[in-house]
Nanobody, 128 residues
Framework: QEQLVESGGGSVQAGGSLRLSCAAS????????MGWFRQAPGKEREWVAS???????????DYADSVKGRFTISQDNAKSAVYLQMNSLKPEDTAMYYC??????????????????WGQGTQVTVSS
């Protein structure tokens, strides 16, 4: 199982920005779907955003309504990395954020159980 490592979490005030990074330890996800999920204490895991590439340097994007217009997902295949730029952060964005990979996916994926590889998570805390 491929290891994904998230970084970039932290504490910010409402309205601030953070950029999360997800690095693959060995395997390059040159095709398939990568996603970000989050889970707040006492709540279910929530899908945040996905990015899909068929492997020809074209990318497709999908965002949860709660983050659309504020968050941007991107992928750098040369660095085996996926990013989540988070702007205009709100207290309700506070959660543990997880990166996930679905290398066999043939389109954008929202369901967590369709992802095979997961990171350990990075904490994001937004204060009002």
């Amino acid at each position: 199982q491929e290891q994904l490592v998230e970084s970039g979490g932290g504490s910010v005030q409402a309205g601030g920005s953070l950029r999360l990074s997800c690095a693959a330890s060995a395997y390059t996800y040159s095709r398939g779907c990568m996603g970000w999920f989050r889970q707040a204490p006492g709540k279910e895991r929530e899908w945040v955003a996905s990015i899909y590439t068929p492997g020809d340097n074209t990318f497709y994007y999908d965002y949860a309504d709660s983050v659309k217009g504020r968050f941007t997902i991107s992928q750098d295949n040369a660095k085996s990395a996926v990013y989540l730029q988070m702007n205009s952060l709100k207290p309700e964005d506070t959660a543990m954020y997880y990166c996930a990979a679905a290398p066999s996916a043939t389109w954008l994926v929202r369901k967590w159980d369709e992802y095979s590889d997961w990171g350990q998570g990075t904490q994001v805390t937004v204060s009002s």
